[in-house]
């Protein structure tokens, strides 16, 4: 009697969850529909930019054997793209020199894997993947910036989904909490990706976000006509304004001491081999060294002229900050090529390390004039 009150109460349990689960799905098809009805759009998710990368993949992967193209697979962020058109951009330039620049009958093709915002942590979920493709050449952009907090509250954890999962005992290891990621989100991630629900679980991203920026457009149209003065709409206001209160009255954009010293402090406090960031880029480092693909990493140019102007400019502790990249490159047998001082204050768009395009100064072509010379001279591109 005992055992058959025990089964009737896990059955009842049982009812329970799935009616639960059921209002759920009831609920939330039913907010989905509303949205659809207000016209509200689906905003980009990071999972979107996944459908281009891995589209850009399958091209580096395809290959004939007789051709003799030199294929390199670039990484980078924002700062090496040039959105309006992606001619003028860093990695589409960089094959254009190395073309210029190389023995008669050399070849170069590039293929962009940068995206904004993306980071060393990043870099590293996608380069078991990349190495899988067997490019001849791998080309890694590293920002300063990248030791900042700022960087780190604004990695994307969830794309380490793409880590394939043979390689879990490897990325255990590393210092992942510094972008927010436990070992449990981790396995999660992983094991969705590689039971085939990427497009589920992005379109309950997108459904998400639309939730996410309805509820508060709708909170801030009330609090704008609530007459209150400390309203949503108060505070949104007042965020843009103390966020433009940051920078120097432009065009062109610069920062202003605070926010300059937020991105590019904790470098110049001095970082060692054993900073997340840098056991990350030495994890990555590894992964293609073990598949014999050479690597070359440049640091990625800073406003430094304008550091100097502000007073936050330290030579030496620019110099300690760059030594320790170079130490981790090298040690992981991939070339470093330092660009951070390598541009004019003029030839920065805004305080964020962008570059400008014009036809007086293609700061692109600039930094991949020196990236190809440096790595022709290397001798890794045969």
């Keep these: 009697m005992r055992s058959d009150a025990k089964w009737r109460g896990a059955l009842r349990m049982l009812g329970f969850a799935a009616g639960c689960a059921g209002a759920i799905a009831l609920a939330s098809l039913a907010i989905v529909r509303g949205l659809d009805a207000a016209g509200e759009p689906l905003p980009y998710v990071d999972f979107d930019g996944m459908r281009s990368q891995f589209g850009v993949l399958r091209k580096l992967e395809r290959r004939n054997a007789a051709d003799p193209e030199k294929r390199i697979a670039f990484l980078g962020d924002s700062t090496s793209m040039y959105f309006p058109n992606g ?19 050399s070849h170069f093709r590039m293929f962009s894997l940068a995206a904004p915002g993306y980071t060393q942590f990043t870099q590293y979920f996608l380069s078991h993947r990349i190495a899988n493709a067997r490019p001849d050449a791998v080309v890694i952009a590293f920002n300063l910036a990248s030791f900042s907090n700022q960087w780190r509250e604004a990695d994307r954890p969830k794309l380490a989904a793409w880590l394939p999962a043979r390689h ?49 457009s709708l909170a801030t149209w009330l609090q704008a006509h609530s007459g209150m003065p400390d309203g949503l709409a108060y505070l949104k206001l007042h965020y843009y304004q103390r966020r433009l209160a940051q920078y120097d009255v432009g ?31 030495s994890a990555t480092l590894a992964v293609f060294r073990e598949r014999g693909i050479p690597v070359f990493v440049y640091i990625a140019p800073i406003t430094v002229e304008h550091l100097d102007r502000i007073g936050l400019r330290d030579r030496e502790g620019l110099r300690r900050g760059v030594e320790s990249v170079r130490r981790v490159v090298l040690a992981g047998g991939g070339v470093l090529i330092d660009a951070h001082d390598l541009l004019p204050d003029v030839a920065f768009e805004d305080g964020g390390g962008h570059l400008l395009v014009n036809p007086a100064l293609d700061a692109h072509s600039i930094v991949a004039q020196k990236l190809a010379q440096e790595m022709l001279a290397a001798g890794r591109l045969r």
């Design 87 to 105: 001619a003028q951009a860093l990695d589409h330039q960089l094959g254009v020199a190395l073309d210029a620049l190389a023995p008669a009958g």
């Design 168 to 216: 879990l005992g490897e990325a255990f290891r590393l210092p992942l909490h510094w972008i927010g990621l436990s070992i449990d989100e981790l396995l999660i991630y992983t094991a969705t990706v590689s039971a085939g629900g990427f497009e589920l679980w992005r379109s309950l991203l997108h459904q998400q976000a639309r939730c996410v920026h309805a509820w508060a």
């Design 251 to 281: 065009p062109p954009q610069r920062e202003k001491l605070e926010l300059a010293r937020s991105r590019l402090g904790a470098v110049l406090a001095g970082v060692g081999p054993e900073h997340p960031v840098l056991r990350v880029l």
